[in-house]
């Protein structure tokens, strides 16, 4: 059976069960995510740093996939939020073993974990989750395959709104890899929601999808071009195996043709901002002086990422919460 | 000792039989196991069993084309008793199954084999495709010739690519040495690129692997310039795209000798279905676009397709137990396949005649075989169903072994009320 992403997501009451995609989301539901963020960015700051929200619950962090950054920020979110928190490296143990993802997700649920945020290689693995998990739990998507990474676009709005103040009026260019990127994804649907006014996607024609003006961008292939006037640069990793499989002719020819300098920079907005979902490829995508240069907001990303993840786990595992009380009653 | 066929008489039906143009209510004698005689009985026909099918259509017994029956090798999907039973609910009384088994149908052994389990289970007749290279390696050719002689009627190379153009069409030619037609799925595994999903805008957002229309239209072109430089006969089996529907539209036109098929599903999903990653609307080839589905349903409705098959690919329910990406593609699809070309008819696509010819004499002729028609003299497979009956899919209503529906739910017209094989009632409904 499939649901739609709205009414897998949300409850009656458009409260977050689950945080899956921005897909279907609304604007009032992403506001209300970063102004519940805003809120728990002077937790950080505290000499305590934690509050009790989710005292009791126990998150699990289902990584399928490699990650640093993503699952130590969740880490530390979910710590904050006072939960206790399981970390899986499900990639080195059950799988390898032959396990199935259900029969994994079965034996989680029998140790009462409240919450998966899960990560997984597979587009549809954290919607697969959400399907099958009991009622009561709560699953947040880290990723999943190309499709979508939707805590990374939010920290990302997060970012933006804290530099620019508003969306409405700005222009975003999204620069490399969208064909595999759910970064690039998340992001187009949340800045457009948001209401930018413009999102450009700048790569050449091999790594964009086939019909990407059908996401809601307008795509340039000329970074000259596309950089002019832009509020904010979004820089995506270069997997190097992209230059295998006739999809690039080599990291020379694309740092000249898309790697962000100093020189191109000039061309955007004198006050633009410089992003990247991390990690940085030095030299491929971007020149190091830009990377640590003033216009670079790249670490307060990973700082903001851990309110927006607390934001998010606070909101579904309230909601998931309310819904088993309602099903005690 | 074989019993001898009862005299039957169908009475009162309304009787559509495309390849004879007839469409009209009147009773249908059947003697010996043959079609007897439309309208008069010949003196002294003195039937055994009289089936009355007042307000029901009667019409020549289903020729599903493509179908996996999982037997052998993987019985614990589906079985040919297990199928050839659902078969027969369903009005289905020839199925042509594909040679992708394991083993594979590559010796006359296992074509023995399957034909001895379907004739023991009794509910339908099955003609076993085999295949065209030696365990579909894609690069030896199968002894095609025995095959033949041991009952396949059609050789393919399934989902397998073969290994070059070289090998394509020595394939086609040894093939057509012996008369035999050779199917074809047009697809090229390099655009394929381990792909899922329509390569468009629904894969786009949903960030699935895609498979672009040329993987199919390629493959296509590339077929029939192989066919015309070999004279071999060639079907297209299971096309995807309103595009390759247009270059078979053009090859007819030029006097090909090439024929092509279309699975139901096709006729009624499209990539905006897969929104919600649903794995049993996972099928290969994939559903594409709105515009497609309307050119294949053209082409079906202007007989440029000749015939409507199920693509039966039963599953059990952990091959569906996936994210999206990770489950094996494919639709049980015989319990589905005269709803959703009656489906047609109501949604004036094309009229009920036409329809029920894309099942019946469409792929007999595709196959040469005298089958699929009322004749006097033929077979005498019957297909009875009541038109005036809806009811509801769920996984209850589906007698295939697999119950990977995407249908669930759907509304579907016409029950099958009887079916005979040969003049034998194999399937009829017990009435409450």
Redesign the interface.
């Known amino acids: ?5 709205k009414a ?1 997501q949300l409850d009656d009451e458009q409260r977050l069960l689950h945080f899956l995609t921005i ?1 279907g989301l609304d604007r009032s539901i992403l506001t209300e995510i970063l102004d519940t963020a805003e809120g728990f960015t002077g937790v950080s700051e505290r000499t305590i740093k934690k509050v009790p929200l989710c005292r009791g619950k126990v998150v699990a962090n289902l990584f399928f996939e490699n990650s640093t950054r993503t699952r130590t920020t969740f880490e530390l979110a979910a710590k904050r939020l006072s939960a206790d928190v399981l970390n899986l490296n499900i990639s080195a143990s059950a799988t390898s073993k032959g396990e ?3 029969d994994t997700l079965r034996n989680l649920e029998a140790m009462h974990v409240d919450m998966f945020i899960v990560r ?1 290689a ?4 954290a ?2 989750i959400a399907q099958h998990a009991d009622p009561g739990v709560g699953v947040i998507n880290a990723g ?5 990474h939707p805590t990374q676009a939010m920290l990302d709005m997060f970012t933006i709104r804290r530099h620019k103040g508003e969306f409405v009026g700005l222009r975003v260019a999204i620069v490399g890899d969208i064909l595999h990127s ?1 970064v690039a ?1 998340s992001q187009i649907l949340a800045l457009n929601t948001l209401g930018v006014s413009e999102v450009r996607v700048v790569a050449p024609q091999t790594l964009l ?4 003006r ?2 809601g961008v307008h795509v340039y292939h000329d970074f000259d071009e596309g950089i002019r006037d832009v509020d904010v640069i979004i820089m995506l990793r270069l997997q190097k195996e992209r230059m295998r499989g006739a999809m690039l002719p080599s990291e020379h020819e694309y740092f000249s043709l898309y790697g962000l300098t100093e020189r191109r920079l000039a061309m955007a907005k004198p006050d633009a901002i410089v992003m990247h979902p991390g990690p940085i490829n030095r030299g491929v995508e971007m020149d190091s002086k830009v990377a640590d240069g003033s216009k670079s907001v790249i670490l307060q990303q990973v700082s903001y990422g851990i309110a927006i993840r607390m934001a998010i786990i606070s909101m579904v595992i309230g909601t998931q919460n309310l819904r088993t009380q309602e099903v005690a009653v | 000792m074989k019993k001898k066929k009862k005299d039957i008489t169908i009475r009162n039906g309304r009787v559509v039989d495309p390849g004879n143009g007839i469409d009209e209510v009147t009773d249908l004698h059947l003697s010996g196991g043959k079609v007897l005689a439309l309208g008069q009985p010949p003196e002294n026909f003195q039937p055994l069993l009289e089936i009355d099918a007042t307000d029901q259509i009667v019409c020549p017994g289903l020729i599903d084309l493509n179908v996996n029956l999982r037997e052998p090798g993987n019985e614990h999907k589906a079985t040919i008793a297990s199928e050839t039973a659902c078969a027969a609910r369903n009005g289905i009384t020839t199925l042509c199954c594909t040679p992708d088994t394991l083993p594979v149908i590559d010796t006359p052994a296992v074509v023995g084999q399957i034909r001895h389990k379907a004739r023991k289970a009794g509910y339908c007749r099955l003609l076993p495709q085999g295949a065209l290279t030696k365990n579909l390696d894609g690069s030896h050719l199968s002894e095609m010739a025995a095959l033949k002689a041991a009952g396949c009627i059609a050789v393919s190379n399934c989902y397998t690519p073969l290994a070059n153009t070289l090998v394509q069409r020595r394939a086609m030619e040894y093939a057509s040495t012996f008369n035999l037609l050779t199917i074809i799925r047009p697809e090229d595994r390099h655009l394929c690129n381990n792909g899922c999903a329509h ?3 629904v ?8 498979i ?1 229309e040329a993987a199919e239209t390629v493959a296509v072109a590339r077929d029939l310039a192989l066919a015309e430089t070999t004279g071999a006969v060639i079907h297209f089996h299971a096309l995807s795209s309103g595009s390759a529907a247009r270059t078979m539209a053009w090859a007819k036109r030029e006097g090909r000798k090439v024929s092509a098929d279309v699975a139901i599903h096709q006729l009624h999903l499209t990539e905006l279905d897969l ?4 794995s049993n ?1 996972h099928v290969r080839p994939p559903l594409r676009t709105d515009s497609d589905r309307d050119g294949l349903r053209k082409a079906v409705a202007e007989n440029v397709i000749q015939a409507i098959c199920s693509d039966h690919q039963p599953h059990e329910a ?1 091959a569906k ?6 489950t094996e593609p494919g639709i049980s699809g015989l319990d589905t396949l005269l709803p959703l070309t009656l489906k047609l008819v109501e949604q004036g696509v094309m009229d009920l005649s036409s329809a029920i010819a894309r099942l019946t004499c469409g792929p007999a002729d595709i196959l040469g075989l005298p089958l699929g028609r009322l004749t006097p003299g033929y077979a005498a497979d019957i297909c009875i169903y009541d038109p005036n009956r809806q009811w509801h899919v769920s996984a209850e209503q589906i007698h295939s072994a697999g119950k990977n529906t995407p249908f ?1 739910g759907w509304e579907m017209p016409g029950r099958v009320t009887h079916t005979l094989l040969k003049g034998r009632l194999v399937f009829h409904e017990e009435r409450l």
Do not use: I, V, Y
């Open positions: 059976m499939s649901l739609s992403n897998l897909d199935t993802l259900l997984h597979t587009s549809g693995a919607h697969f999943d395959g190309r499709h979508a759910r994804r999808p086939s019909d990407a059908s996401l | 390569e468009g805008k894969a786009d957002r949903l960030g699935l692997p895609g672009p929104e919600g990653f649903d609307r952990d137990s996936s994210p999206f990406p990770d669930t």
